[in-house]
């Protein structure tokens, strides 16, 4: 597999020179201490460094969305082994994702966290996808502290909104690719190039 991610050009010169930036786990601070300090709103995938699987054209259709003379980058990863990773494209992880995101506890949780982005107005994007990435993160934590599992990666089909995303993309809830999000950018990543 390949790994693209679309950005401008300056972010993609700054990404090539410094790498990644760290992810910040907001959501692992509120549910622990019950305050926000400091605010970064999830994707719908959650925290972390996102990438296109085997689609530099999205890459690039994304890059689009910030710049007009936009720059896809290959990036390799190490995975480690598949237990690191939350697949849910995979009917099985899809269906324990989906019962967990049911539990009334789990729903009242994120409801809570999503008000307290809400009252801050840091909310970017949709607030479908905010939600998502809000579950996405309670169901990682809930891994770690009841299976022991480290996830260091999420892997989903998605719809990506595309320009003209405000000038006539209506979301049609149907996937338009694979993405994947790199929570240990600063580790996981071996290498990044432009791609050619």
């Given at each position: 597999?390949?790994?693209?991610?679309?950005?401008?050009?300056?972010?993609?010169?700054?990404?090539?020179?410094?790498?990644?930036?760290?992810?910040?786990?907001?959501?692992?601070?509120?549910?622990?201490?019950?305050?926000?300090?400091?605010?970064?709103?999830?994707?719908?995938l959650g925290y972390g460094t996102y990438v296109?699987?085997?689609?530099?054209?999205?890459?690039?259709?994304?890059?689009?969305?910030?710049?007009?003379?936009?720059?896809?980058?290959?990036?390799?990863?190490?995975?480690?082994?598949?237990?690191?990773?939350?697949?849910?494209?995979?009917?099985?992880?899809?269906?324990?994702?989906?019962?967990?995101?049911?539990?009334?506890?789990?729903?009242?949780?994120?409801?809570?966290?999503?008000?307290?982005?809400?009252?801050?107005?840091?909310?970017?994007?949709?607030?479908?996808?905010?939600?998502?990435?809000?579950?996405?993160?309670?169901?990682?934590?809930?891994?770690?502290?009841?299976?022991?599992?480290?996830?260091?990666?999420?892997?989903?089909?998605?719809?990506?909104?595309?320009?003209?995303?405000?000038?006539?993309?209506?979301?049609?809830?149907?996937?338009?690719?694979?993405?994947?999000?790199?929570?240990?950018?600063?580790?996981?990543?071996?290498n990044i190039k432009v791609k050619e």
């Amino acid at each position: 597999m390949k790994y693209y991610h679309g950005t401008t050009r300056i972010n993609a010169e700054k990404i090539l020179q410094n790498g990644f930036r760290k992810s910040n786990f907001i959501i692992f601070n509120i549910v622990r201490n019950s305050e926000i300090k400091k605010i970064k709103v999830p994707g719908s995938l959650g925290y972390g460094t996102y990438v296109f699987i085997d689609d530099s054209e999205l890459a690039l259709q994304f890059g689009k969305k910030f710049s007009n003379d936009p720059v896809v980058l290959e990036v390799a990863i190490d995975l480690h082994d598949e237990d690191n990773i939350l697949d849910l494209t995979n009917s099985k992880i899809y269906k324990q994702f989906q019962k967990f995101a049911s539990i009334s506890q789990q729903a009242e949780s994120a409801s809570s966290i999503f008000k307290a982005f809400y009252k801050q107005k840091v909310i970017r994007g949709t607030a479908q996808d905010v939600y998502a990435g809000i579950m996405t993160e309670l169901f990682i934590l809930y891994l770690k502290n009841e299976k022991n599992i480290d996830i260091r990666f999420v892997k989903k089909d998605t719809e990506t909104l595309l320009p003209p995303n405000d000038k006539g993309y209506q979301r049609l809830g149907l996937p338009n690719g694979t993405e994947l999000t790199i929570r240990y950018p600063r580790q996981d990543v071996k290498n990044i190039k432009v791609k050619e």
